[in-house]
């Protein structure tokens, strides 16, 4: 399996929409709202 699935499948199942929240801001610096209109995209 690729790394790539294997990272996709890991984070489809473990991950949270809160967790996603938290790594789109950490890693984009993003605000809370921004990053929740990211999610919604």
């Known amino acids: 399996m690729a ?3 294997l990272m996709r499948d ?3 199942k ?3 929409i809160e967790t ?3 790594l789109l801001i950490a890693h984009f610096n993003l ?3 921004e990053a929740k209109a ?3 995209e």
Request: hydrophobic share 30%.
């Open 3 to 5: 790394p790539v699935s």
């Open 10 to 12: 890991k984070f489809s």
């Open 14 to 16: 473990d991950y949270t």
């Open 20 to 22: 996603v929240l938290h």
């Open 31 to 33: 605000s809370e709202e």
């Open 38 to 40: 990211k999610i919604d």
